[in-house]
């Protein structure tokens, strides 16, 4: 049985195009985890409605109202129980055989690695707000290189592992405990703690889902060019603070000198960019 895993907060206009794309999969074999994260607007009653109408859809009750994006997916794989475990953002379109195309590729690994922790990660179609493409590729638009980018410690640096693209299965998720409090999203902490545990971090180059960018994504695709450097520019002083919350991150983790950091970062900075 494959778990799907979804965080919702505030999601009511985004949220039903998102399950009925779900439910539209090629693969059955699924059942739909849900929990939010204290809406206030009419998300609890979409939720609900669905969960009286699809037995394979389910909400996962939790005393603590507020936890954010990273902590309610580590709440949600604590509490699940599954063979395979995917990642649901709540304002996406999954590709009607996202499912059917990554099971097929994991348990393909599986077969030739058992008993091997697993993560396959996919590329995404990025739209906008109302659902009209933008790039066709989430990598070509914000310049990554999977191969590169899920070696260490460049994954760390720039993680190209995208949670909503992502599966894993059983093996995988007993490595992620116990889960550092610094990390600053669920995916990458999933695909360090793979690669820490001389597990499979391993791409397909095609895209899943259409990636959807509107404005108050909790996190999201970014346009790299030369107006992207720019911006960087202007906001130094942000860009610095940030580097900082990283580089403590994964100092902790990796253990790594401040001047390697920069050295990394300017490294692929210029890969990105060029």
Known sequence: MIAILLATYNSEKYLEIQLNSILAQTNKNWKLYIRDDGSSDKTIAIVKKYCGMFDNIAIVE???QHRGVRDSFFYLLKNVDADYYMFCDHDDFWLPNKIEVSIKYMQEKEKANPNIPICLYTDAIVVD??????????????KINPSLSEKMPFL??????TGCTMIINKMAKKTLLPISKNVPMHDVWIAYSVLKTSGILFHLDK??????????????????????????ICSFKKVIETNKSIFNWINETYRINPWQYILYKMFYSVIRIF
């Not at 659902?131 to 070509?140: A, G, H, P």
């Not at 760390?156 to 592992?161: D, E, I």
């Not at 108050?216 to 970014?222: C, E, F, L, S, Y």
């Open 62 to 64: 939790d005393d603590v």
């Open 129 to 142: 707000g109302s659902y009209r493409i933008v790039s066709k590729s989430l990598w070509k638009i914000s």
């Open 207 to 232: 895209a899943t889902l259409l990636y959807c960018q509107h404005g108050d994504n909790a996190v999201g695709a970014n346009n790299v060019s030369m107006n992207y450097v720019k911006s960087k």
């Open 156 to 161: 760390l640096m720039f993680n190209s592992v």
